[in-house]
């Protein structure tokens, strides 16, 4: 499983960026490319070992579980309760 | 708790990252401080809107947006930000750094709302042109003290005290746009709102995540509860009025 970033509804502020940066994990990145777009490289992230960056989004539906275009935002119970 | 509330926490307050090592005090200060205040804001919220819809003229529209421009205007969202970004000094700055980045953001935010409440301004015709605001007191005059800085300040210097703002008074901020959302129809109005929701969630994402990952000792967490007290201290006198232990050495 793995997550990706809407664009249609990503307000660009970067929370997630902070917080995955916070944990050492820097799998969300700056992309290179004119728009600096934020993007998720599926390599570093541990999802769904790590659901931080759910937690501190505040734009509804801007990430979503890749392979079933399932919004993650705001988290459902399974992403941080126990 | 009422509904609007209750979505709001539901969605966005009780979601806690798994072994967040300041969840526990962030948790706590919300279910023992933060809970009442949200509450009763809200009900003041909603009760002033309902009273303004039963009037026949526009009015209230035009002295909301006036409150706001005065709340956010450009001097003083640079005023009240430039409090929070001056608290961490040159030599912590490595502590803190996205943390900072965070916050000058939220100057451009805060900028940018004062242009929401002048668009509102601006197309019901009640000025032609922003400029015209400078010489309207009403849109240059707030009477909050611990609106996000300034009186803050000085006596809450810890570069942390604020996450008390960005959680607590950034909630409040939310849970306004909602009602107005979902009782006011008015295009502007509703421009006004609804173009401020995801910044403002952001902002009160800033005090959640100040409070997850660096709120973590009994002493870092005593000026959060400091400038949370005075906060609370401003709207219902159920928080406790301001003796700063920030000031102590």
Redesign the interface.
């Known amino acids: 499983m793995s997550l990706k970033v809407d664009h249609a509804r990503c307000?660009e502020?970067?929370?997630c960026y902070?917080?995955c940066?916070?944990l050492d994990i820097n799998a969300v990145y700056v992309a290179l490319e004119p728009l600096h777009r934020i993007e998720i490289d599926l390599d570093a992230c541990t999802y769904p070992g790590c659901?931080?960056c759910?937690?501190?989004?505040?734009?509804?539906g801007s990430i979503v579980e890749a392979a079933t275009g399932r919004s993650m935002v705001?988290?459902p119970p399974e992403?941080?309760q126990? | 708790m009422h509904p609007i509330l209750e979505e709001f926490c539901?969605?966005?307050v009780w979601?806690?990252?798994?072994g967040?090592p300041g969840a526990e005090f962030r948790l706590k200060i919300t279910h023992e401080q933060c809970l009442k205040g949200w509450e009763l804001l809200l009900e003041r919220n909603l009760r002033d809107i309902e009273e303004e819809l039963t009037r026949t003229d526009e009015g209230w529209k035009r002295d909301h947006a006036l409150r706001g421009y005065a709340a956010e205007g450009v001097h003083m969202s640079i005023k009240q930000m430039s409090a929070q970004l001056l608290s961490v000094d040159i030599g912590e700055q490595e502590n803190y750094i996205?943390?900072q980045?965070?916050r000058a953001?939220q100057i451009w935010d805060e900028c940018k709302h004062s242009k929401l409440h002048a668009d509102v301004l601006l197309g019901k015709g009640w000025v032609k042109y922003e400029r015209e605001l400078m010489d309207i007191a009403q849109a240059n005059v707030q009477p909050l003290p611990a609106y996000f800085g300034l009186s803050m300040m000085f006596p809450h210097i810890h570069p942390l005290a604020r996450a008390a703002q960005n959680y607590y008074t950034e909630a409040n901020a939310c849970l306004g746009i909602m009602a107005y959302i979902k009782l006011v129809d008015d295009p502007l109005v509703v421009h006004e709102h609804l173009s401020q929701r995801?910044?403002e969630?952001?902002h009160?994402?800033?005090g959640?995540?100040q409070l997850?990952?660096y709120c973590t000792t009994p002493e870092i967490q005593r000026h959060v509860e400091d400038a949370l007290g005075y906060l609370l201290h401003q709207i219902g006198g159920f928080g406790r009025s301001p003796q700063p232990s920030a000031v102590k050495p």
């Open positions: 307000t502020c970067r929370m902070i917080v940066r916070e659901t931080a759910l937690m501190y989004c505040p734009a509804e705001p988290p992403a941080w126990a | 539901d969605k966005w979601p806690t990252m798994p967040a996205d943390l980045r965070m953001r995801d910044e969630l952001m009160f994402m800033e959640k995540f997850d990952f």
